[in-house]
């Protein structure tokens, strides 16, 4: 199994940039599928973005598809979510999660490991 931690949130502006960065450890990581989930104050967790163990197939939710990109290094044991063009409704804990799975899930009961989570902040 592996375990998770999430860095690269923070504050940024509308229509700005972040980077975060999910590290994993455990040298099974090439063989976990890896999705990105967010939840802002007072609603439900959301998927964001997801990436197969192969890293071939990926997979956005519609309010993230063409500004966020998902991208893993099984060499670094590390996935990435880069977000352009971030918006206020971006704001939200960003949580990292892994799964063993054929490829990937928006489903977040398939995923059995999760990180703590990383403040992401847009401001107006």
């Known amino acids: 199994q592996v375990q998770l931690v999430e860095s690269g949130g923070g504050l940024v502006q509308a229509g700005g940039s972040l980077r975060l960065s999910c590290a994993a450890s455990g040298r099974t990581f090439r063989l976990y599928t890896m999705g990105w989930f967010r939840q802002a104050p007072g609603k439900e967790r959301e998927f964001v973005a997801a990436?197969?163990?192969?890293?071939?197939?990926?997979v956005y939710a519609d309010s993230v598809k063409g500004r966020f990109t998902i991208a893993r290094d099984n060499a670094k044991n590390t996935v990435y979510l880069e977000m352009n063009s971030l918006k206020l409704e971006d704001t939200a804990v960003y949580y990292c999660?892994?799964?063993?799975?054929?490829?990937?899930?928006?489903?977040?009961?398939?995923?059995?490991?999760w990180g703590q989570g990383t403040q992401v902040t847009v401001s107006s």
């Open positions: 999660a892994a799964g063993r799975l054929s490829s990937t899930s928006s489903d977040s009961g398939a995923y059995d490991t």
């Open positions: 990436i197969s163990w192969t890293g071939m197939n990926t």
